[in-house]
């Protein structure tokens, strides 16, 4: 009888290949969060920024500038939450059973183009 040694699999590497796995499952579910994290933070600057020109311009109404301000505690929350994600990656053990911070709301914003966008198809 032969022995092919190069099929030998340890204890030892299915340890390995399994901290692998769980270390590349967490880089992907870290990368989703800041990604969605980063297109919030885009989404409620952009329509921040929006406002303000109105504001410049004295052509924003007493709604708008409120939008405004309940959007910019939004925006603090989402900018939190992504500076919060990149402490995950210190946690120790941090891809075996990394803690998650909570994701904040979702602002519904009527005037975003993604929104306006998504209702027309």
Do not use: C, H
């Amino acid at each position: 009888m032969n022995i092919d040694w190069s099929q030998l699999i340890t204890k030892s590497m299915k340890d390995a290949a399994e901290q692998a796995a769980q270390l590349s499952a967490a880089k992907a579910e870290l990368s989703s969060r800041n990604t969605r994290a980063l297109a919030q933070i885009s989404r409620i600057q952009e329509r921040i920024d929006t406002i303000g020109y109105g504001i410049d311009a004295g052509e924003a109404t007493p709604e708008d500038e409120a939008e405004q301000s309940a959007l910019l505690v939004d925006l603090k929350a989402w900018k939190n939450y992504k500076f919060a994600l990149g402490k995950v990656t210190v946690q120790p053990g941090w891809y075996a059973a990394p803690v998650w911070p909570a994701e904040p709301k979702v602002p519904v914003i009527v005037a975003d183009p993604q929104t306006v966008a998504a209702d027309l198809i």
